[in-house]
Structure formats: structure tokens, C-alpha cells
């Protein structure tokens, strides 16, 4: 597979979000840099140094490279916590509360289920649930990882794809 047909995992999220805004960034190269992003930016600035660290038994990693062959897919993990079976937890770190309205979660649920699908495809084991981290509320949401959400990540890759592939922005969101 050559890099330019691998997809970021986060063009699904920004695809789910909104299609034009995810053509804009992953097509066009145009990224607005407002004042959400400037404090999502901030957040992650903190978990994206690579390393790890032993906690309450488990090994938490933290900027952990992702992706799939199957469909892909490349990206980086926030942080994955292993148990000490190695089977991995995935944990994204996000600017806000936990209490967002259910269409802004969905689209951080498929990101999630996205990178939970890459860590199945890469350790061999499976993934039934993941967490979203909420910095601004210190809380966690946790979400299952079913079949129906993997299969959203399918199409929602396939989606995205087809797009870039076109080489033609989506009319609106």
C-alpha cells in the first residue's frame, strides 16, 4: 500500500463532524485555526510527547502510532492503557466537558472506535470499549466499541476516500 492512499484517522472525525470542513482540511489543505482548535491544541500538546509509564498495573502509552491495513488507516492514540494481559484501552483526550450534544459525540465515538479498530488489527486482540477524556470536566465517558460502531468506521473510511479519490469538495454539511 503506498502512503498517499493511507487515511488519517482523524478525517473521520472531521468527516462525521462535517464532510465540507473534512474536504477542506484532507483535499484542499485549508485549516481554519480557531479558537476550539487553538484549545484542543493546547491539550494535546501534553499527550502527544511519546512515552510511557507503569500506573495501578497498567502500562499507559502515550502518542502510540496507529493504523490498519485493512482499511488504511493511520493515526496516534492519545494514550493506551494495556492490561496486563496486553489487551489495549484506548483513551482520547478531549478539550470540554463530557456533557456535549449527541451529534459532537458520535463524532468523537467514531474516532475512538477508529483507533480501537487499528489497536485490534495490531495486537491481535479485541478492543470492546475505549474512553473519551474530557479535560475541561476531568471525567471520563466511556464508549462500547460494538459491531454496529465498527461498522460506521467502514463506511465512514470508505466515505472519506471516495471523496479524496473524486477530487471534488461535498456541497455542505
Known amino acids: 500500500m503506498d502512503d498517499v492512499d493511507l ?16 474536504g477542506l482540511i484532507h483535499l484542499e489543505q ?5 479558537l476550539h482548535m487553538q484549545r ?15 500506573r495501578r498495573g497498567l502500562r499507559v ?6 493504523f490498519s491495513d485493512r482499511l488504511a488507516l493511520v493515526g496516534k492514540a492519545d494514550t493506551v492503557e494495556f492490561e496486563p494481559d496486553g489487551t489495549p484501552y484506548p483513551v482520547e ?9 449527541a451529534d459532537i459525540a458520535a463524532c468523537d465515538d467514531l474516532q475512538l472506535a477508529a483507533q480501537a ?9 479485541p478492543v470492546s470499549e475505549g474512553a473519551l477524556f474530557y ?16 461498522q460506521r468506521v467502514a463506511e465512514t473510511a ?7 479519490e473524486a477530487g471534488r469538495l461535498p456541497c455542505n454539511c
Request: net charge positive; hydrophobic share 40%.
Open 135 to 150: 479535560v475541561s470536566s476531568q471525567r471520563r465517558r466511556v464508549v462500547p466499541i460494538d459491531a454496529a460502531l465498527l
Open 7 to 22: 487515511l488519517p484517522v482523524s478525517a473521520l472525525q472531521h468527516w462525521a463532524h462535517c464532510p465540507r470542513q473534512c
Open 93 to 101: 483526550y478531549k478539550h470540554g466537558s463530557r456533557h456535549k450534544a
Open 61 to 66: 502509552e502515550r502518542a502510540l502510532p496507529l
Open 158 to 164: 470508505a466515505e472519506v476516500r471516495a471523496m479524496l
Open 40 to 54: 484542543g491544541n493546547a491539550v494535546h500538546a501534553q499527550v502527544d510527547r511519546p512515552g510511557f509509564e507503569l
Open 117 to 125: 479498530l487499528c489497536l485490534q488489527e495490531m495486537t491481535g486482540r
Open 30 to 34: 485549508a485549516f481554519d485555526d480557531n
